[in-house]
T-cell receptor, first 111, second 117 residues
Framework: DAKTTQPNSMESNEEEPVHLPCNHSTISGTDYIHWYRQLPSQGPEYVIHGLTSNVNNRMASLAIAEDRKSSTLILHRATLRDAAVYYCILRDVGNTGKLIFGQGTTLQVKP | ETGVTQTPRHLVMGMTNKKSLKCEQHLGHNAMYWYKQSAKKPLELMFVYSLEERVENNSVPSRFSPECPNSSHLFLHLHTLQPEDSALYLC????????????????FGEGSRLTVL
């Protein structure tokens, strides 16, 4: 399974943008880039996913490098409720489509 | 409310007990998953069911036995567990990516917190 590398932790101030990086240099052509987050005492929740083009939804934006070897999750205005562990995951739809979670990035948001 | 419901939310059992965890999804999905999350560790994928057939078993010990009687229900039967099996067990569902050709999102339940004494 192709792997991802993320910083262990990041800090942000409330109402400022946050850029969460992810490296995935061994990504294959059938791997989608998924982002999930896990708030304390909850199961993970889907944030966004993409294949080649940048993506936007109501929660976040996903910027994908042209060579697809890295991506960045962008939270446009962090709130205290965005404090969570953020996981960048490659999902191979050519296989069972399983999601393999890594350690993720723990995001702290300061008021 | 994610549409995936897990029961019980908390379970304490002895090493000789037999218990089951239940997961139910009301989203019309055809793939279901069991994950294990131990303290300070990443989520570990245990089992994947697609169209009610097991398609993935990640070297899980036989004391964990999954069952998927239909596309809406998933069970994890537990017997003769060890204290190191204490963890949060998470169920998820999605549209099957192989069938749909889409890498859609997984919807997770809130988990069942298991303590083995």
């Amino acid at each position: 399974d192709a792997k991802t590398t993320q910083p262990n932790s990041m800090e942000s101030n409330e109402e400022e943008p946050v850029h969460l990086p992810c490296n995935h240099s061994t990504i294959s052509g059938t791997d989608y880039i998924h982002w999930y987050r896990q708030l304390p005492s909850q199961g993970p929740e889907y944030v966004i996913h993409g294949l080649t083009s940048n993506v936007n939804n109501r929660m976040a934006s996903l910027a994908i490098a042209e060579d697809r070897k890295s991506s960045t999750l962008i939270l446009h205005r962090a709130t205290l409720r965005d404090a969570a562990v953020y996981y960048c995951i490659l999902r191979d739809v050519g296989n069972t489509g399983k999601l393999i979670f890594g350690q993720g990035t723990t995001l702290q948001v300061k008021p | 409310e994610t549409g995936v419901t897990q029961t019980p939310r908390h379970l304490v059992m002895g090493m000789t007990n037999k218990k089951s965890l239940k997961c139910e999804q009301h989203l019309g999905h055809n793939a279901m998953y069991w994950y294990k999350q131990s303290a300070k560790k990443p989520l570990e994928l245990m089992f994947v069911y697609s169209l009610e057939e097991r398609v993935e078993n990640n070297s899980v010990p036989s004391r964990f036995s999954p069952e998927c009687p239909n596309s809406s229900h998933l069970f994890l039967h537990l017997h003769t567990l060890q204290p190191e099996d204490s963890a949060l067990y998470l169920c998820a569902s999605s549209q099957d990516p192989l069938a749909s050709g889409r890498a859609g999102e997984l919807f997770f339940g809130e988990g069942s917190r298991l303590t083995v004494l």
